[in-house]
């Protein structure tokens, strides 16, 4: 289990990460969501070893991180690519499975899985600089997975990829996460985010916040931060609306009324369609939560409580 506990870095006046605290469970993967500047960067490189804190504790089954687990126990995807460019896809995979410490009779088949796996086989003998900015991302995710780290780290993992490729790593994270990797991911993909995702939490000007509605080991049904309702109604019906729990009309038509609720206990929305039901002319109800990316928008466009001074460092 990875943790953290209170974590700080400072630029100067400027405290780029304030008093972090997380943990990431051994065989999930948790994403760090938040805008540009809100620290992600920087507590990625902090977990990683390039940057160190000023404060605060990074652990490892809760021994510090340095001590507990090797260099070659962890994967760190940088969000920046930092690829050798006049070499072949094939020989750099080889060099970084020696750095990686893969026993040298390994190698050959570690490659072969790998390269399979990215569907990298028409491209082994390309040089790196001739790729795609997508196939360079499924390079690197290969040299950060193919020594079977515990400890996963990817900063932007699904950057210039597909949506072919896009499922392609989803499923892999997934497949590595079962595995029991510990992985911590930031993506400005929501959708993937949702899709992947044990825990999320936002980070926006060095603070975090957890967003329990949403990940997979979140009460999903629990309390999100809005509920839509679309009511079908009858042609020319006007609904008395006034006596539902608070909501807000957002859009409505010849036949719909698109109504938002915000956040409440499952049971007292249960209770509002129950009212909504009831009503004469309503002949159907669709429901449903936000989706992520709304929920991020929401949030990183209000002022979050504690949220700090504003300042921000990558």
Same mark, same amino acid.
């Given at each position: 289990?990875?943790?953290?506990?209170?974590?700080?870095?400072?630029?100067?006046?400027?405290?780029?990460?304030?008093?972090?605290?997380?943990?990431?469970?051994?065989?999930?993967?948790?994403?760090?969501?938040?805008?540009?500047?809100?620290?992600?960067?920087?507590?990625?490189?902090?977990?990683?070893?390039?940057?160190?804190?000023?404060?605060?504790?990074?652990?490892?089954?809760?021994?510090?991180?340095?001590?507990? *687990?090797?260099?070659?126990?962890? /994967?760190?995807? %940088?969000?920046?690519?930092? !690829?050798?460019?006049? $070499?072949?896809? #094939? @020989?750099?995979?080889?060099?970084?499975?020696?750095?990686?410490?893969?026993?040298?009779?390994?190698?050959?088949?570690?490659?072969?899985?790998?390269?399979?796996?990215?569907?990298?086989?028409?491209?082994?003998?390309?040089?790196?600089?001739?790729?795609?900015?997508?196939?360079?991302?499924?390079?690197?995710?290969?040299?950060?997975?193919?020594?079977?780290?515990?400890?996963?780290? *990817?900063?932007?993992?699904?950057? /210039?990829?597909? %949506?072919?490729?896009?499922? !392609?790593?989803?499923? $892999?994270?997934? #497949? @590595?996460?079962?595995?029991?990797?510990?992985?911590?991911?930031?993506?400005?993909?929501?959708?993937?985010?949702?899709?992947?995702?044990?825990?999320?939490?936002?980070?926006?000007?060095?603070?975090?916040?957890?967003?329990?509605?949403?990940?997979?080991?979140?009460?999903?049904?629990?309390?999100?931060?809005?509920?839509?309702?679309?009511?079908?109604?009858?042609?020319?019906?006007? *609904?008395?609306?006034?006596?539902?729990?608070?909501?807000?009309?957002?859009?409505?038509?010849?036949?719909? $009324?698109?109504?938002?609720?915000?956040?409440?206990?499952?049971?007292?929305?249960?209770?509002?369609?129950?009212?909504?039901?009831?009503?004469?002319?309503?002949?159907?109800?669709?429901?449903?939560?936000?989706?992520?990316?709304?929920?991020?928008?929401?949030?990183?466009?209000?002022?979050?409580?504690?949220?700090?001074?504003?300042?921000?460092?990558?």
């Amino acid at each position: 289990m990875l943790e953290l506990k209170g974590v700080v870095k400072c630029y100067g006046d400027i405290r780029a990460v304030d008093g972090v605290s997380m943990k990431v469970e051994a065989g999930t993967i948790a994403a760090l969501i938040g805008p540009n500047g809100a620290g992600k960067s920087t507590t990625f490189r902090l977990i990683s070893g390039l940057l160190h804190a000023d404060d605060g504790q990074i652990l490892w089954c809760r021994q510090r991180l340095e001590s507990a *687990l090797t260099r070659e126990q962890r /994967g760190f995807l %940088p969000e920046e690519r930092g !690829l050798y460019q006049a $070499i072949e896809v #094939e @020989q750099l995979l080889r060099y970084w499975a020696r750095l990686r410490n893969i026993d040298s009779s390994a190698i050959p088949a570690v490659l072969e899985d790998w390269i399979s796996r990215f569907e990298l086989d028409s491209k082994r003998r390309a040089l790196v600089r001739t790729l795609s900015k997508g196939n360079q991302q499924k390079v690197q995710l290969a040299i950060c997975l193919m020594h079977s780290p515990k400890l996963i780290v *990817l900063d932007e993992p699904f950057s /210039g990829l597909d %949506p072919l490729n896009q499922d !392609l790593v989803s499923e $892999i994270l997934l #497949e @590595q996460a079962a595995s029991g990797a510990t992985i911590l991911i930031s993506a400005h993909q929501m959708a993937l985010v949702e899709r992947v995702a044990t825990t999320v939490t936002l980070m926006r000007a060095g603070r975090t916040m957890a967003m329990p509605a949403f990940g997979k080991s979140g009460e999903r049904e629990a309390d999100s931060l809005q509920r839509l309702v679309v009511v079908h109604i009858e042609s020319g019906a006007r *609904l008395l609306l006034t006596d539902l729990p608070p909501h807000q009309v957002t859009h409505t038509a010849d036949d719909k $009324i698109t109504l938002t609720f915000p956040a409440m206990r499952l049971a007292a929305f249960t209770d509002a369609l129950a009212e909504l039901a009831a009503l004469d002319g309503v002949v159907d109800l669709e429901f449903s939560r936000p989706s992520l990316h709304r929920a991020y928008v929401e949030s990183v466009s209000t002022n979050i409580t504690g949220a700090g001074n504003g300042s921000s460092y990558t």
